[in-house]
């Protein structure tokens, strides 16, 4: 796995750290899970990564068959124009999502039980699944690259602990600072709640950017043509 596709996967794992659902529900259980705090937010969070984990693993797996039966179609110059078309269409995309009206945000848990923070962690990855495009565009450069599990492996498991780093960060910010950062958790609530639809525009644009980028990168061979 050449160092070009690492830092394409990298790129996308901290693109996927900006998630407002996983942030959000962050930041409501610092403000009101009090003394069991650690136990429901990580459960949470390992929730959440675990879910990713396996999904990226059965995506990788489940398309052998078909990676097989394509041979060596997939890595031809033809698939990666169909790959910067896609990354392209990302990112015209990224424009025209109106951002005026907020989207709805992602429920909170109201109950703080250790399965209700499951429940809730698997609720969140199959709302966001369909609209996780960094890490589905990650998975499709790892497919692509054909390499072994050895490799591509401990690559989404790198992924999966980078997304949830950030609100891991939060929670020792918390502990350091406890009450003294409780208002700016609050305004940082009600900007996610409020500005969801613009936040999905800058992923989406970001993400198409990488996959164009990944995709001329091979076509030009050494990367001369999109030097950045």
Known sequence: MTAEILLTVAGLALLDTLSPATIGVTIYLLLTADRRLAPLLFTYLGTVAAFYFTLGVALVLGLDVFLAAAGDALNTRTSFWIQAVIGAAMLIGSFLIPTKRAAPSPRTPRVHTLPAMI????????LEAGMALPYLGAIGILISADVGAHQWLPVIAGYNLVMVLPPVLMYLAWNLLGARIRPRLQRW??????GTRETMAWILGIAGFLVLRDAVFRLSGDGSAFPF
Do not use: S
């Open 119 to 126: 429940g809730f962690g698997l609720t969140t990855g199959l």
């Open 189 to 194: 609530r009600d900007k996610i709640a409020g």
